[in-house]
């Protein structure tokens, strides 16, 4: 496997194998995404195209974003490229959760939409349901879907409102520190179809920046499977599985890589899955939107076409979504980021945020081939405790299972989206929290990060934040 670090190098705080300690930057870490890297840390740091893209290329990227940033309209509309929104959504454009290209937020108490957050809904499966799970990876709730849309066009109810809760949690460190976490419950209020099935299963998810997905998409499938120990077999304590999904396309089982459990195998798919989930935008990939049988008014809806999203706009979206650059790191040779790099691969962090990776030869764009790149993830499924679990399966995923998130840009969230809420749904208030948050197979790491002293806990953090 490609990567710079190689295991022998990292920790699994079982004392095996020794933990390196940096002294200097390794070559090329600062260009996270190779040569694709920009160098921009304000508000547009995660908004701009591949650093390696020509100036004919730049113009495919701008109309993408033209689609990706404007807003949907009600169908019929004058504006026909761009009508159909509905008739139950939670947006009407992608840049409204995914900020600035960045991350999104759970709702504050006075919401009336949850926008940048959403609910993912199922029900368990039962007798009979094996080919809807092959193909869907979860059975949806039987009137409200998959996903619960709360905005809905004129004359159509919205299915529901999302009220989020928060309990305090305190964690104390060694040295007597106390940090307060916060536990969401999550409400769905105001239901517009009746009563959701007693058995309705929930997953509350703030959308995720979308730099450098292209630069995932063209990792290969052996480099990630090289890092998948699903038996622990060396005894590690950290056993990434693979989620295998369903490819729309090819209608055929694939290892999957996009979204909170890797529940999506391309960013051709995830678009799609998020034209209809959240805009209620059909295409020719995923040609309904998210009407259920039970919704006769959302069902006799006007529609802006078949499909209302063309497939050349799915391909400049596409185009956009695999060339968002990767901004480069900040301070990498600070002696505080290289005690924090230290201290990170001593906790061993880096067994799930694999640090680094080659691009394959024959990536889908020329720009994003054979380039080093270091998004500090495995794309791989880990159990991380009861505290984060959502009980919701997912294809393979279990109710306990996420995919490790890519952690570059990272440190510029608050530049670019002005807020630091981190993990699924947004629970944790900054960074800290987030490791706290962590348990499960990082269950270690939490606990040697527990153990650090205030000096250590913001070197890690000014590694981190350098990313």
């Excluded at 949690?169 to 969401?184: H, N, Y």
């Excluded at 301070?331 to 080659?358: I, Y």
Aim: overall charge negative; charged content about 20%.
């Amino acid at each position: 496997m490609r990567r710079l670090l190689p295991l022998l190098l990292a920790t699994a705080l079982s004392g095996c194998d020794p933990t390196p300690t940096f002294t200097e930057a390794e070559p090329g870490e600062h260009l996270s995404g190779g040569a694709t890297t920009v160098i921009r840390t304000d508000q547009n740091a995660f908004s701009l195209p591949s650093a390696n893209l020509s100036p004919l290329r730049r113009l495919d990227f701008s109309v993408g974003n033209s689609f990706f940033r404007n807003p949907w309209v009600i169908a019929p509309a004058s504006t026909d490229a761009r009508d159909g929104l509905g008739p139950l959504f939670n947006t009407n454009a992608c840049q409204n959760c995914h900020i600035k290209d960045g991350r999104g937020h759970p709702p504050g108490p006075d919401a009336v939409h949850a926008v940048s957050m959403l609910v993912r809904l199922s029900v368990p499966a039962g007798d009979g349901d094996e080919e809807r799970l092959r193909r869907l990876g979860v059975i949806p709730e039987p009137v409200y879907g998959g996903q619960l849309q709360d905005a809905a066009i004129p004359g159509v109810a919205p299915e529901g409102r999302v009220r989020i809760d928060y309990t305090p949690v305190p964690v104390t460190f060694a040295d007597g520190t106390v940090i307060e976490l916060r536990k969401p419950t999550l409400r769905i209020t105001d239901t517009g179809y009746g009563d959701l099935h007693p058995q309705a299963l929930f997953s509350a998810r703030i959308a995720p920046p979308v730099i450098g997905l292209g630069l995932l998409e063209a990792i290969s499938d052996e480099d990630i499977l090289a890092n998948a120990d699903p038996d622990d077999r060396d005894g590690n304590g950290i056993s990434g599985r693979p989620n295998q999904v369903w490819d729309r396309a090819s209608q055929t089982t694939v290892l999957g890589r996009f979204g909170w459990k890797a529940g999506q195998p391309n960013l051709n798919q995830q678009n799609a899955e998020a034209f209809a989930n959240d805009m209620g935008l059909t295409s020719s990939l995923v040609p309904h939107d998210g009407c259920t049988p039970a919704q006769t008014d959302c069902l006799a809806a006007p529609h802006g076409g078949e499909p209302e999203v063309s497939d050349n706009i799915l391909a400049t979206v596409l185009f956009y979504s695999r060339n968002l650059g990767v901004p480069a790191r900040r301070n990498v040779d600070a002696p505080e980021v290289l005690q924090g790099k230290t201290l990170f691969h001593r906790a061993g962090c880096q067994q799930c945020h694999t640090p680094s990776f080659t691009t394959r030869a024959d990536a889908a764009e020329p720009e994003l081939a054979s380039q080093t790149i270091w998004p500090y993830t495995d794309l791989l499924l880990h159990d991380m405790g009861d505290g984060l679990a959502d009980g919701r399966p997912e294809f393979l995923a279990t109710g306990r299972e996420w995919r490790t998130p890519p952690l570059w840009g990272i440190g510029l969230t608050e530049a670019v989206n002005g807020h630091t809420f981190f993990l699924h749904d947004g629970r944790a208030r900054n960074l800290l929290e987030a490791i706290l948050w962590h348990g499960g197979e990082a269950e270690n790491a939490k606990q040697a990060v527990l153990q650090f002293n205030t000096e250590e806990r913001d070197a890690l953090l000014a590694f981190l934040n350098s990313l």
